[in-house]
Structures are given as structure tokens and as C-alpha cells.
């Protein structure tokens, strides 16, 4: 062998071997993703360092994580379940991050000894021990972590037990009857996921922090809670997906019924929809959609034909597995919700929201694993890569006594539950209108110079302006005492004075 050979040979094995310590080399500049959250965990600041916070692999879903914590509003221990995609980096860019809802669990069978019964009918296998992870099993998340390009995050996982039963994920009020296990809990849902969940999740993962990072899809009750959340926060979302969700739980003759009789709102002390008709519009999807009109956020509906007949082979193979007659109670509860996402989108459209609808074939939960793969996936991934617009004005309607939207601050002055209205309400403080029934303050987006006195006018319809001199406060806010409740009231900030 020549020596130029040799030489060329000594350069190719040098070549090979620096090529083959390069990927160890890279994995050693950046932890497993794993491995550098649990090290986020082990470094978690105040509030979240003191809820004994806890996060592994999970022993009953492979390719999930288990995220578990002392939840302060719960006063219990919760346990939640975290998939993330194979492309996210705990160094590189942010990933966006995807919320999801579990449906009903009922009280009484959410018990363990109960699942040989449970069992033989798919609907009361999915409300019966664990809902909240049979659930969430239906969508099968770890399968596509090579195609989804954001982070799920699923509260209330935990295999043994749930807490939130019928909860609706919004917050109980005190005063309800509780009767455990014939009646559920009554519990700050809407709180836990806004206040616990999305924090810590962002505090422990390399995750987006904007709208337009963020969505919010439910199956079932969570379906119908999804559209709630979104519309209630739509500067929070840009994402809101309803799996087999319904839409009116007021005023339609199926779905009112039926969540009077099995007491959603009763448990969580919102009495009726005739004695507490304001508080149930205010967790009712159809009553908040317009709050999504015009946000640049997507709307995702979609149910099953309860198989009659099948569209399509992969709809054949789910009709296949979860047969509509051996499984009466999920067709039926498929069959109403298909019906209620038809009606909801000319309803939607009416309050200027436009819905895009799928529709597959199976029973209740037969089909989410496609919904999920199919539609929600590559909706959500073109959505979180794109630039999701903010809008100059919304318009935005609330319940609450204190609520805070877009920047505004609305506290109203009655403890009679009650709506008020923000109509062009400008996220540049520059004019709103005011609607409600009672005095309210309102404090504006942080939009003014800190210290500076400007000329606010206030008009009710048919009557000029009052002017006000008004400074702003240091985070840059006007604060104002508006009564609208004779009228309502259009507000105009002179920026030039």
C-alpha cells in the first residue's frame, strides 16, 4: 500500500470518527427534553416552588409525561398529562402549546371496582373510573409527535380518579349541595387551567407565551368548555377546537334537559337555568361566540354520524371497533352532538364567527384520534406558524363581576349576576362604548404615557360629551366611573391634548 493511499485512508477514518462523536457532541450541548424540564422543575420560582411539583415519565401511557402538583385553588393533589412533539427543543424556539378538556365523569362511577361493569358500553367506560384519562387516551396524542408541532397539555389525568366531574371547567360558586358520590364537587376549574396549569406549564417548558401560541380543544363537556374558554379569553387563544361539543346547553330542547337532570350547573351552585339564567349564558358557548368574532382566532367543530352508514373505510374500521348498537348510549349522544354542531354554525355565523366543521363517522369518542390527526393537527400547525393578527377593536361580553379582557378591567358595581357589553372597544384605549345594567369602573389597556393628564369624553346616545381630565396611572391606564344602566356609555380619549 503506497503511502498516498495510507494518508487518504487515515484521513477518511479521522473523517468517520469526528462524524461519529458529532450527534453525542450535540446531545451533550442540549439536555433531553425531559431532563431539562425536570431541572426547570428542581428551579421553579415562588408561587410554583412551593406546590410540590413533580414531573417523569408516565407509568400508564407511554410517550405521555406526568406533571403532578398541590393545586391551591383545588386543596388537593392533581395530576396531569404532557405529550410533547418530537421536534421541540428546551433551548431552540418556543413551542406552542395546546390545551385539552376532558368530558363528564360521573361521581358515582368514578370508581375502580365499578370498571367490569363500565366496561361494556363505551359511553359509561368513558364517564365510569379515570374518565378524565380514558378520555384523554381516545385522542391518541403520542402518535403523532412526529406531526404535530406544539405541546399538549391535559388536566385531571390521573387513572384512578377525577375532580372534575361535571364541572364544566368553570369556576363553582359556594352554596352547593353536596352529596358525594351522587352529586360531584364543586370546584374552581376555569381557575385551575388559567391560573395553574398554563403558568406552570410555561414556567417548567420551552413554551410560547402569546395568543398566538396557545389553543384550547375539549371532547364532550371539554368540547363545549373549549368554546367557553376561548370565548371568554379570546386574547388568551387563537386555537378553539370542539370535539363532539355542544353548543347551546340553555336553550336547546335536548341538551338543557339534560344537564339540568344530571346537574352540572346545580353542583357547581349556578342552581337552574330559570333561577340562574344569567350565570349559565355566561358559561354557555352560544351566548359568548360573538366575543370571537373578528380576533383572527379559528373555530374547529366537529361530531360523528353515529355510523349511518360509514363515509368511508377509516370511518368503517372506528364503526368496526365501537358498534352503534351494542353501544346505545354514545349513539345517541353522537347523534345530538352532530346535530347541535349543524345548527351552531349558521348561529355562529350570525354573531360573526366563522366555524370550520368535520364531520366523520362513529359514536361519542369513537372518532377523536382522527379528528385529532386529521384536522386538528395540521389546522393548529399552519395557525401557531403564522403571524395570528391582533385586532384594532373587539367587541366582548362578560358575566363576571370583575373581568379583565383585551387589556380592560371591568368591575361592576351590583352583585346581581349580570352582563356588560365592551362594543368597539379599541385596544388602543382610543374609544369604547359601555353597556350594563349597573354603575361600573373600567379601566383601560395600558395604552397612555404614565403621569399624563388627558381629556376623556363620556356620552350617553342622543347627548354630548362631558369631559373629564384624567392621569394616567403608572402602568399607563385611565380608570373610570361610568353608570351606564339608562343608557349606554361611549367613551373618546383625546391623545393630542
Known amino acids: 500500500m503506497t503511502f498516498r493511499r495510507r494518508h487518504r485512508l487515515a484521513i477518511a477514518g479521522s473523517v468517520a470518527v469526528l462524524a461519529a462523536l458529532a450527534p453525542a457532541a450535540a446531545t451533550a450541548a442540549e439536555p433531553s427534553p425531559i431532563a431539562a424540564a425536570q431541572a426547570a422543575v428542581a428551579a421553579l420560582p415562588a408561587p410554583y416552588s412551593n406546590w410540590n411539583v413533580t414531573l417523569g415519565a408516565s407509568t400508564s401511557e407511554p410517550g405521555a409525561l406526568t406533571l403532578s402538583y ?47 361493569v363500565t366496561s361494556y358500553e363505551s359511553l359509561l367506560n368513558m364517564v365510569g373510573s379515570g374518565g378524565g384519562f380514558t378520555q384523554t387516551k381516545l385522542e391518541d396524542f403520542p402518535s403523532q409527535a412526529g406531526r404535530a408541532n406544539f405541546i399538549v397539555v391535559a388536566p385531571d389525568t390521573d387513572p384512578s380518579r377525577s375532580w372534575c366531574h361535571t364541572c364544566m371547567w368553570t369556576d363553582g360558586k359556594p352554596g352547593a349541595l353536596q352529596a358525594p358520590p351522587l352529586t360531584a364537587s364543586t370546584v374552581p376549574a376555569e381557575t385551575v387551567v388559567m391560573k395553574e396549569i398554563i403558568p406552570l406549564t410555561e414556567a417548567i417548558f420551552n413554551a410560547r407565551t402569546d395568543r398566538g401560541g396557545r389553543g384550547v380543544i375539549g371532547f364532550s363537556m371539554g368540547g363545549g368548555a373549549a368554546e367557553v374558554l376561548g370565548f371568554r379569553h379570546p386574547d388568551e387563544f387563537s386555537y378553539v377546537g370542539a370535539i363532539s361539543g355542544p353548543f347551546d346547553v340553555v336553550d336547546d330542547p335536548y341538551w338543557n334537559p339534560w344537564v339540568e337532570a344530571n346537574g352540572y350547573f346545580r353542583d357547581q351552585g349556578y342552581g337552574t337555568s330559570l333561577t340562574d339564567n344569567v350565570e349559565w349564558r355566561n358559561v354557555n358557548p352560544k351566548d359568548l361566540a360573538g366575543n370571537w368574532a373578528g380576533t383572527g382566532g379559528h373555530l374547529m367543530l366537529s361530531a360523528g354520524d353515529a355510523c349511518a352508514p360509514p363515509t368511508d373505510a377509516e370511518g368503517a374500521a372506528d364503526c368496526t371497533r365501537y358498534p352503534a348498537l351494542t353501544n346505545p348510549a354514545a349513539t345517541l349522544t353522537e347523534t345530538q352532538m352532530r346535530r347541535s354542531a349543524d345548527e351552531s354554525v ?36 399552519a395557525l401557531f406558524a403564522s403571524t395570528v393578527p391582533t385586532p384594532e377593536k373587539v367587541n366582548y361580553k362578560n358575566a363576571y363581576q370583575t373581568f379583565s379582557a383585551w387589556g380592560y378591567t371591568v368591575s361592576r358595581s351590583s352583585t ?82
Open 70 to 116: 398541590d393545586s391551591p385553588a383545588l386543596g388537593e393533589r392533581t395530576e396531569n398529562s404532557v405529550y410533547l412533539p418530537d421536534s421541540y427543543s428546551p433551548t431552540g424556539g418556543a413551542a406552542p402549546v395546546m390545551y385539552y378538556l376532558h368530558g363528564t365523569v360521573v361521581p358515582s362511577l368514578d370508581n375502580p371496582s365499578l370498571a367490569p
Open 346 to 381: 349558521p348561529q355562529l355565523a350570525a354573531a360573526g364567527v366563522q366555524a370550520e366543521q368535520f364531520r366523520a363517522s362513529g359514536i361519542h369518542g369513537a372518532n377523536n384520534h382522527r379528528v385529532y390527526a386529521d384536522v386538528i393537527v395540521p389546522q393548529a400547525n
Open 416 to 497: 346581581t349576576p349580570a352582563f356588560v357589553t365592551l362594543t368597539d372597544a379599541r385596544l388602543d384605549a382610543g374609544s369604547f362604548t359601555v353597556s350594563a345594567e349597573s354603575p361600573a369602573q373600567v379601566t383601560t389597556p395600558a395604552a397612555f404615557t404614565p403621569g399624563r393628564t388627558y381629556r376623556v369624553g363620556i356620552a350617553k346616545p342622543g347627548s354630548s360629551p362631558e369631559n373629564s381630565d384624567i392621569v394616567a396611572d403608572g402602568a399607563g391606564r385611565l380608570t373610570l366611573q361610568l353608570d351606564p344602566s339608562d343608557g349606554a356609555v361611549t367613551v373618546t380619549v383625546d391623545t393630542t391634548a
